[in-house]
Structure formats: structure tokens, C-alpha cells
T-cell receptor, first 113, second 111 residues
Framework: DAGVTQSPTHLIKTRGQQVTLRCSPI?????VSWYQQVLGQGPQFIFQ???????GRGNFPDRFSARQFPNYSSELNVNALLLGDSALYLC????????????FGEGSWLTVV | QKEVEQDPGPLSVPEGAIVSLNCTYS??????FMWYRQYSRKGPELLMY????GNKEDGRFTAQVDKSSKYISLFIRDSQPSDSATYLC???????????FGQGTRLTINP
């Protein structure tokens, strides 16, 4: 079975632009979470979605938004990009809302110039 | 105080050595703890998870939780150069499926 898949793998954006990142969870997994990982740090929680509803939000500004689709795939949107948004954006999936086996994708590398 | 604290290293050991990686956490209410391995420019790979206190073994890896001292450990026996990576500890909180990670320890196994 395929793991968590994310696209695009790398992208470069200019300050002030908007970006959309995409994620497909492992087949059968209904929960998707998003994390931001800056260089030299552990991932930080942004959002969790389960059954298309937001179930948790981390300490990120309103410029960050996400949604989950009926097929459980998800998108993360970031508006008005800042240089500090440059990071690896990770998507994770698990079978249910409180699952303790959480699997990550390879991430999307975002560079803001 | 951070919720999960981890020495960033770097840690360098010879091949075949036993490696001990450690984290501390601040809230004794935490129940689930995970260890992830992350190779350079890749996503984190789930190695092990443990519930509450005690040990869990999987091949060359042993995860240990000591709730009395709020200490999480990962031991790697017979370390191999392929084990060279950053190791991330994390706790899973109640409610939302929110993992809180330590900073990660960068480990190098020298042939």
C-alpha cells in the first residue's frame, strides 16, 4: 500500500503570494494532520482534520487554513507568505481520530524569497 | 519550559555501540510517547510508540518510559551506519491528535 503522499515536493514562492499544498492519506486512514518543520527543529502541529471537520489547531496565524475532502485527502493553504514560512510542511495520517500510530509523508519543501 | 525537551546533539558513536537517546517531558498526564527517525530531507518515520510506563522492544530498538521521572529513552543495540539520522521523540496529547515533538537528536554512527 502507498504511504502518505504529498505534492509538490519542492516549491519556491515570493513574499505575499499564496500556496496550496496537497496530501493523500494512507488508504483507510480518515485523520489527516499538518505540521511545519523549520531547519533544526522538531515538527510543529498546525491542524488536524477528521471526517472533514477541523479537530485541532496549533498556534499558527489565520493565514494558515486547511480542509479535508470526502476522499479524506487534504489541502493546506498559506496566504500572504512571509520569509519565516520557509519550512518543510509535513502531512500525517492515522486510521482514526485518536490513533496512536501516526505516519508522515515525505513533506513539501517551501522556500519563500 | 518546553513540553518535550531533547538534547540536539550531535551524537557520534562507533559502529556496534549501544546508543542511548533521551527526552524529558513536563506533563505527567501524557500517556502515549513516540520515537521517529528522520533521514536528511525526508519525512519522519515512525519507529516505536509506547503507552504509559515500561519497556517496548522491536529488534535492535528498545523504547522506555519512566513516568516517575518523566523520562523517555530509546536504546539502539548493535548500531549501524544506516542508523545515522535525526531521532525525534514526541508525546501524544488527549483529544486532538496533536504530537508535540522534541528538537531532535542528530546521530552519526561511524564505520
Amino acid at each position: 500500500d502507498a504511504g502518505v503522499t504529498q505534492s509538490p515536493t519542492h516549491l519556491i514562492k515570493t513574499r505575499g503570494q499564496q500556496v496550496t499544498l496537497r496530501c493523500s492519506p494512507i488508504s483507510g486512514h480518515k485523520s489527516v494532520s499538518w505540521y511545519q518543520q523549520v531547519l533544526g527543529q522538531g515538527p510543529q502541529f498546525i491542524f488536524q482534520y477528521y471526517e472533514k471537520e477541523e479537530r485541532g489547531r496549533g498556534n499558527f496565524p489565520d493565514r494558515f487554513s486547511a480542509r479535508q475532502f470526502p476522499n479524506y485527502s487534504s489541502e493546506l493553504n498559506v496566504n500572504a507568505l512571509l520569509l519565516g514560512d520557509s519550512a518543510l510542511y509535513l502531512c500525517a495520517s492515522s486510521r482514526d481520530r485518536s490513533g496512536n500510530t501516526i505516519y508522515f509523508g515525505e513533506g513539501s519543501w517551501l522556500t519563500v524569497v | 519550559q518546553k513540553e518535550v525537551e531533547q538534547d540536539p546533539g550531535p551524537l557520534s558513536v562507533p559502529e556496534g555501540a549501544i546508543v542511548s537517546l533521551n527526552c524529558t517531558y513536563s506533563n505527567s498526564a501524557f500517556q502515549y510517547f513516540m520515537w521517529y527517525r528522520q533521514y536528511s530531507r525526508k519525512g519522519p518515520e515512525l519507529l516505536m510508540y509506547t503507552y504509559s510506563s515500561g519497556n517496548k522492544e522491536d529488534g535492535r530498538f528498545t523504547a522506555q518510559v519512566d513516568k516517575s521521572s518523566k523520562y523517555i529513552s530509546l536504546f539502539i543495540r548493535d548500531s549501524q551506519p544506516s542508523d545515522s539520522a535525526t531521532y525525534l521523540c514526541a508525546r501524544l496529547g488527549e483529544g486532538a491528535q496533536k504530537l508535540v515533538f522534541g528538537q531532535g537528536t542528530r546521530l552519526t554512527i561511524n564505520p
